[in-house]
């Protein structure tokens, strides 16, 4: 983890935890590693998050959608504008994780960052 100082910039931590959920994260206490595939090597833990973590992700995944549907389509269309900002400000960090996770060469994590920017 401390090898790679772009997981603190985007928020990881040496453990995070596996799900998201009404603005907070949450998990069980079972955990599996992420290996990076070019060498082995561990670079962060990630504790999973229970049926019932999800379970609760998933109904308040489906209460927002009532949400998010009744917005018009300006408002919504500004939300998705400021994500892709977001996503530009953290590019260098968002490729360098691609790259990482993915065994590619940093280019190839960025122009995929792109891809998703640019869509």
């Known amino acids: 983890f401390d090898k790679y100082p772009f997981l603190a910039e985007l928020g990881f931590e040496k453990e995070s935890l ?4 009404n603005g907070e994260w949450k998990s069980g206490e079972e955990t ?3 290996v990076n595939p070019h060498d082995n090597s561990i670079t ?10 999800y379970e609760e992700c998933i109904k308040s995944m489906e209460a927002e959608k009532a949400a998010w549907m ?8 500004e ?3 400021q994500v892709g900002e977001r996503m530009r400000e953290k590019k ?3 490729g360098s994780l691609v790259a990482l996770e993915m065994g590619k060469v ?3 994590g ?3 960052v792109q891809e998703v920017i640019d869509t």
Do not use: H, W
């Not at 962060?44 to 973590?53: D, H, I, M, R, Y």
């Not at 009744?70 to 269309?77: E, F, K, T």
């Open 92 to 94: 260098d960090a968002l």
């Open 18 to 21: 596996g799900c998201y959920t």
């Open 106 to 108: 940093k280019n190839e």
């Open 79 to 81: 939300i998705v504008r």
């Open 32 to 34: 599996v590693n992420s």
């Open 110 to 112: 960025d122009d995929e």
């Open 70 to 77: 009744m917005l018009p389509a300006p408002a919504r269309g």
């Open 44 to 53: 962060a833990t990630v504790k999973l998050a229970t049926p019932e973590n």
